[in-house]
T-cell receptor
Framework: NAGVTQTPKFQVLKTGQSMTLQCAQD?????MSWYRQDPGMGLRLIHY???????DQGEVPNGYNVSRSTTEDFPLRLLSAAPSQTSVYFC??????????????FGEGSRLTVL | AQSVTQPDIHITVSEGASLELRCNYS??????LFWYVQSPGQGLQLLLK??????LVQGIKGFEAEFKRSQSSFNLRKPSVHWSDAAEYFC??????????FGAGTRLTVKP
C-alpha cells in the first residue's frame, strides 16, 4: 500500500519563488491536512480539507494556498517563498473528516529550504 | 485552548531499561489523547490513543500510556527499551474537530 505520498522530498528555493508540494493518498480518506514541523515547536497545522472542494485554514496559513479538486490529491502552494518557510512539511490524512476521530496517516515529509 | 506540554526535550536510556515519557495536557473536560512516534527521516505513526474508559491503554511496539486526570497527564511507558525505539515521540490532543495540536516532542536516544 502506498498510503500518503509526498513529492518532492527535498527542495531548495530562492526568496520570492513559488512552488507546489504534492500530496496524494490512496486510502479514500475524507480528511487531508498539511503540517509544518519546526525544531522545538512540534507540528503546526497549515491548511486542511474535509472533502473534495472544501478547504479551511489551520493555525499557520499565511503564505500558503491549497485546493482539493479530488479526494486523492491535496497540493500545498507557496505563493512567494520566504526564509521563514524553511521547514519540513508533512501531509496527513484520516478516514473520516476530523483530526480527532482517530488515526492520522502521515507522508514521509518534504524538506524545504528557502535561501 | 487545548494543548499538550512535553517537559523533556531529550531523554537517553540504556537498552533494556524502562522508559517513561511525560505529557501534560490542558483541557477542561476529558480529552482525547494520542501518542505518535517519528523515526528518523519518516512521517509520524500512531502508537496509541485514549478516548474514554480504561485509563491504561495499550499500543503498538509494546508501549502503553496511562491517563491520570488528577495530574492532567498522559505519560508513555515501555518496560524494556530496544535500540529500534530511538526516535522522536509526540503527544497530541485535538484542538477542535479538525486541528490536532502536537507537543514539541521528546527525542529518545538508546544507549547500547
Amino acid at each position: 500500500n502506498a498510503g500518503v505520498t509526498q513529492t518532492p522530498k527535498f527542495q531548495v528555493l530562492k526568496t520570492g519563488q513559488s512552488m507546489t508540494l504534492q500530496c496524494a493518498q490512496d486510502m479514500n480518506h475524507e480528511y487531508m491536512s498539511w503540517y509544518r514541523q519546526d525544531p522545538g515547536m512540534g507540528l503546526r497545522l497549515i491548511h486542511y480539507s474535509v472533502g473534495a472542494g472544501i478547504t479551511d485554514q489551520g493555525e499557520v496559513p499565511n503564505g500558503y494556498n491549497v485546493s482539493r479538486s479530488t479526494t486523492e490529491d491535496f497540493p500545498l502552494r507557496l505563493l512567494s517563498a520566504a526564509p521563514s518557510q524553511t521547514s519540513v512539511y508533512f501531509c496527513a490524512s484520516s478516514y473520516r473528516a476530523g483530526a480527532n476521530t482517530g488515526e492520522l496517516f502521515f507522508g514521509e515529509g518534504s524538506r524545504l529550504t528557502v535561501l | 485552548a487545548q494543548s499538550v506540554t512535553q517537559p523533556d526535550i531529550h531523554i537517553t536510556v540504556s537498552e533494556g531499561a524502562s522508559l517513561e515519557l511525560r505529557c501534560n495536557y490542558s483541557y477542561g473536560a476529558t480529552p482525547y489523547l494520542f501518542w505518535y512516534v517519528q523515526s528518523p527521516g519518516q512521517g509520524l505513526q500512531l502508537l496509541l490513543k485514549y478516548f474514554s474508559g480504561d485509563t491504561l491503554v495499550q499500543g503498538i511496539k509494546g508501549f502503553e500510556a496511562e491517563f491520570k486526570r488528577s495530574q492532567s497527564s498522559f505519560n508513555l511507558r515501555k518496560p524494556s527499551v530496544h535500540w529500534s525505539d530511538a526516535a522522536e515521540y509526540f503527544c497530541a490532543v485535538p484542538h477542535n474537530n479538525n486541528d490536532m495540536r502536537f507537543g514539541a516532542g521528546t527525542r529518545l536516544t538508546v544507549k547500547p
